[in-house]
């Protein structure tokens, strides 16, 4: 079995298990489009007004709240039906989402990528707030990185200023008739001094 037959026989299954109000999740190459499901293989979701390079997603800028056939959002890429925020909040009951997804339909919205994007949108729809676990980890993992390279920066700054001070030691004992020298040993990894009499 190919690739794409693979990705069109998941989706059937995950199609044919949907229930109205269950929220969408579509994988995308970097990151992942969601919206909900509104029964009749129909998907309503919040996509960029402009159409951009990666399906649809605009990261700043106008959207618009579509309602399209399942297949046609899902465009060859994996999905998977995915209420795991039911664990923290309680959805609204199906009858609620349909109704208000159906009527947002053809409205615009304002997105940006970290504070009102498509999961922003799904969530509010089932939950009546507006979150995104995507972004979360995005923030988490770019906190995480700043954080590394905080440290390189500031060992490489500590490194330096040690390494300034022994010169200055270097350079104060050179006014007497005693050198004194630091070097560093390659082989022993360590600091190592001896003293040069004038």
């Given at each position: ?18 229930e109205i109000g269950d929220l969408v999740e579509f994988s995308r190459h970097f990151y992942n489009h969601w919206g909900v499901f509104v029964g009749n293989e129909d998907i ?47 959805p609204r009951p199906p009858y609620q989402i349909e109704r208000d997804a159906c009527a947002s339909v053809g409205k615009t919205e304002n997105v940006h990528f970290l504070l ?83």
């Amino acid at each position: 079995m190919s690739f794409c037959s693979s990705i069109t026989s998941h989706n059937a299954k995950v199609l044919k298990e949907l229930e109205i109000g269950d929220l969408v999740e579509f994988s995308r190459h970097f990151y992942n489009h969601w919206g909900v499901f509104v029964g009749n293989e129909d998907i309503v979701h919040l996509i960029g007004c402009k159409n951009d390079w990666i399906s649809g997603v605009q990261f700043i800028g106008e959207a618009i709240v579509k309602k399209e056939n399942f297949w046609k959002v899902a465009d060859g890429c994996k999905t998977k039906k995915n209420n795991s925020k039911d664990k923290t909040r309680r959805p609204r009951p199906p009858y609620q989402i349909e109704r208000d997804a159906c009527a947002s339909v053809g409205k615009t919205e304002n997105v940006h990528f970290l504070l009102n994007n498509c999961e922003h949108f799904a969530s509010y729809l089932s939950y009546g707030k507006k979150s995104s676990d995507q972004v979360s980890l995005g923030s988490l993992l770019l906190g995480g990185a700043a954080v590394a390279v905080v440290g390189i920066f500031g060992g490489l700054l500590a490194g330096a200023l040690i390494l300034n001070s022994k010169i200055k030691e270097n350079r104060d004992d050179e006014s007497n008739d005693t050198t004194y020298i630091e070097e560093y040993d390659f082989r022993t990894y360590s600091w190592g001094s001896s003293y040069r009499y004038g």
